[in-house]
Structures are given as C-alpha cells and as structure tokens.
C-alpha cells in the first residue's frame, strides 16, 4: 500500500517570500501521479499542481513548482512570492492510475498549515 | 459550469439517525469518490464509483453505503449514525479518459450528537 508522509505541521512565511513544504511518499510502482491540493478555510479543495512520475520535468504553475525526486520519492512544493491567499492547509497526494487495488484512488498526506504573514 | 456540487453544508444528527449526502457532478466524469476529512488530519477514501451500476469499497467504508444509478449522481448514505462519523465529507470525480485529476465538492459538514 502506498503511503504519503509531510513532515511539517505548520509552517509560517512572510509575505513575497519563498517557501517550501516537504513530502515524502512510498511506494512499489513506477508510473504513478503526485498531487499538491490547497484547502483554504473554506474548506473547498483546491488543485495546485501535478506531477506524471514518467516525465523528469518538474511541474510549475505560475508561482507554484515542486521538486520531484523520483528515486529519494520526494515531492516538494515551492510557493514563489508568497501571498496572504496563500494561507492554507496543503496536501499532498498520490495515485496510482493503472490498475491494483490503489487504481485510480488519492492518498494524502496529514497536511501542512501554512500562514503567510503581512 | 458548476462543476461537483454537495448538499447540504451542514448537518448534526442524533444518534441513531440515518441520512443521505448528495453528490453531483455536471462534468460527464465516469469516476467518483467519496472522502471524509477528520479534524487536522487528510482524507480517507469511503467508497468509489468507476461508473454507473459500479461501486467498491475504499479505506474506512464501514457505516456508509453509497449507490450510482447515473453518471452524474452518488449519494452516500449513512446508516445508524455514530459520533465516530462526525466529520467533513468531501465528494470528487474525475474523468478516466483525459486527466487523472481529482476535482472536489465544497464538503459537508456532519456533527452526530
């Protein structure tokens, strides 16, 4: 069975500044997807990013990157210029989309608060 | 589009009681799911559907049942509820043909009494 591990609880930043939130997971399979989900005290889930464990490039959208590390599998999320909307809890995610009792299910991680300060 | 939509935000129940959570997507996906969400901790998968007539157990399923006579519903039913079940349910889907992504609800808050 597949796990997702985020290390960091909570987290602070200063507005326009960098962050990044860490992620480890494990797993036996090669093609898989990772996932970094905001949640917002709204409560809604909100996609940030994903990543396609068969292509090296890293994912990046806009402000938002991560650092994939396939053979250490580790997924982190970098948060460029950071910004008070930013606040939120973030978790990341894994799927194995091709077959297996895991087929097409996510399992997050515990989550990360993350509060960016004016 | 209006995307995943649940009802109701709110609800508490005494226990004992059974309700039904709605769930319905206006995406043509053919996959659905079911989460819920204890307080500072992620998602726990209940049930999944991969399609009309089609659903499976995920991780916590006990307590719960769900149906799927259409595409576009999946309700979860909650038998004999039990404080244990208080939680934030989220419901997603996802279409298997063009992305893997998983797109949520805006959640159900449930308080059993």
């Known amino acids: 069975a597949q796990t997702v591990t985020q290390s960091q609880p909570e987290m602070s930043v200063q507005e326009a500044e960098t962050v990044t939130l860490s992620c480890t997971y494990d797993?036996?399979?090669?093609?898989?997807?990772l996932f970094w989900y905001k949640q917002p005290p709204s409560r809604q889930m909100i996609l940030v990013i994903r990543?396609?464990?068969?292509?090296?490039q890293n994912a990046t959208e806009n402000r938002f990157s991560v650092n994939f590390q396939k053979a250490a599998k580790s997924f982190s999320l970098k948060i460029s210029d950071s910004q008070l909307g930013d606040t939120a809890m973030y978790f990341c995610?894994?799927?194995?989309?091709?077959?297996?009792?895991?087929?097409?299910?996510?399992?997050f991680g515990q989550g990360t608060i993350l509060t960016v300060h004016p | 589009n209006a995307g995943v939509t649940q009802t109701p935000k709110f609800r508490i129940l005494k226990i004992g009681q059974s309700m039904t959570l709605q769930c319905t997507q206006d995406?043509?996906?053919?996959?659905m799911y079911w989460y819920r969400q204890d307080p500072g901790m992620g998602l726990k998968l209940i049930y999944y559907?991969?399609?009309?007539?089609?659903?499976d157990k995920g991780e916590v399923p006990n307590g719960y049942n769900v149906s799927r006579s259409t595409t576009e519903d999946f309700p979860l039913r909650l038998e004999l509820a039990a404080p244990s079940q208080t939680s934030v349910y989220f419901c997603?889907?996802?279409?298997?043909?063009?992305?893997?992504?998983?797109?949520f609800g805006p959640g159900t808050r449930l308080t059993v009494l």
């Open positions: 559907s991969v399609g009309a007539g089609i659903t």
């Open positions: 990543q396609e464990a068969y292509k090296q």
């Open positions: 995610a894994f799927m194995n989309p091709r077959g297996g009792t895991s087929y097409g299910k996510l399992t």
């Open positions: 997603a889907s996802s279409s298997a043909l063009h992305t893997d992504t998983q797109y």
């Open positions: 995406m043509n996906h053919n996959y």
């Open positions: 797993t036996s399979e090669n093609n898989y997807y």
